[in-house]
């Protein structure tokens, strides 16, 4: 991922096969997204809020962006659980909704900031 980040004409003259390694990575993004939509449920800001805050943190080396997008993904996740445990006292809210509504302001600020 970091040859293909570098651009289409550096990684064609690295030798990479673009064709096949794009091919690839959509297919197991689509799979690898099917599967914990449907085990997990629409949790989908956490996946494309933190790896964009990671990367402002100045992570940008693929080797080590995508364990630290796991870990701090698992974190926001556990701490979004702890507020939707405690919103309320008498029910508990579905989780989905806390991490929209946390994760809806930052999405927005990262658009704006890339609109700039």
Known sequence: MN???LGETPARQL??????????LVVATGWMVGVSVAMAG?????????P????????????VL?????LAGAIALLLADVVARLALASAELPIGVVTATLGA????????????
Do not use: E, M, Q, Y
């Open 66 to 70: 995508l364990p630290g997008c796991a």
């Open 3 to 5: 040859i293909l980040a």
């Open 42 to 50: 629409a949790i989908g800001f956490i996946g494309l809020v933190i």
């Open 105 to 116: 302001p930052v999405f927005i600020w990262l658009l704006l900031k890339s609109a700039r």
């Open 15 to 24: 030798g990479l096969p673009l064709w096949l390694w794009r091919n690839l």
């Open 52 to 63: 964009h805050i990671l990367r402002l943190c100045g992570l940008t080396d693929h080797r």
